[in-house]
């Protein structure tokens, strides 16, 4: 067997991504001219890498990933004709028009180098401007609102890891390495509803930008999120115990 087609066990490489949409209201001119004149919005949804190009005015992009990824699958609302959109080159992504907001299915195929399966990712559509519980804006805001608004921005980042790769497949990830982010915040930060504090970077405008260092804050917060769920699963572990050692005490005590 050719050594490019064996596997470099004990070893993880990853590649980062982001994956959402970007949309903006459409002007009364473009719903007047559309074939669909009830939709508001005109959307983007993309997988990207994770970096952005300087003064560009799309979230990631700067690197081409195809050096990896063979296509991408968009799934659609069954509204839209050919729900199912196989997009096999760069940029992958689609644009559409529409008025509702709905989960979008994201399939990835990898090249063949890689021997790896599907990965699969869902995103909500957002056409709308972000708000927080509470703050009394409206979810829907009247279109001219949302217009001056500016566009809505929904991006998720992602690590795609590759365990035990082949090393045909090492040597084209190494021959390819990704932009890093930059270290500190130089645009407006995505939003992420686990971080309700980025909802004011949504009022300054811009395009958004990930940098390193709020990849590190996501982390922690996972961390940080983690270790309450297991000293949860602790302390109820410890109450079904206690009541279970009752139970046991209650039962000796009828049958004496």
Excluded: C
Excluded at 189 to 196: E, G, K, L, Q, Y
Aim: hydrophobic fraction near 35%; aromatic fraction near 8%; charge should be negative.
């Amino acid at each position: 067997m050719s050594n490019e087609r064996v596997r470099v066990r004990g070893l993880s490489i990853h590649r980062p991504i982001i994956y959402g949409n970007s949309a903006v209201v459409l002007t009364p001119e473009e719903r007047a001219s559309s074939q669909h004149p009830d939709h508001t919005h005109r959307w983007t949804v993309a997988v990207r890498s994770a970096a952005s190009s300087p003064d560009s005015d799309k979230v990631g992009g700067a690197d081409d990933i195809n050096y990896f990824i063979k296509r991408v699958t968009f799934k659609l609302h069954d509204t839209y004709a050919n729900q199912t959109r196989n997009v096999d080159k760069p940029p992958f992504e689609v644009t559409e028009t529409g008025w509702g907001e709905f989960e979008i299915q994201i399939r990835i195929n990898f090249i063949q180098e890689s021997g790896e399966k599907q990965y699969m990712l869902y995103h909500h559509l957002k056409l709308h401007p972000w708000t927080v519980i509470g703050s009394g804006e409206p979810e829907i805001p009247p279109p001219e609102v949302a217009a001056k608004a500016g566009p809505v921005h929904s991006w998720q980042y992602d690590e795609v890891v590759f365990n035990d790769p082949f090393q045909s497949f090492l040597n084209i990830l190494m021959a390819n390495p990704p932009t890093p982010l930059p270290k500190s915040k130089r645009r407006p930060v995505p939003f992420h509803t686990a971080n309700s504090e980025s909802i004011a970077d949504t009022k300054l405008g811009g395009t958004p930008e990930f940098t390193q260092a709020m990849v590190q804050e996501e982390a922690e917060r996972l961390e940080k999120a983690r270790k309450q769920v297991i000293a949860e699963q602790d302390k109820w572990r410890t109450t079904l115990i206690e009541k279970e050692n009752l139970l046991e005490k209650l039962k000796k005590e009828l049958e004496g």
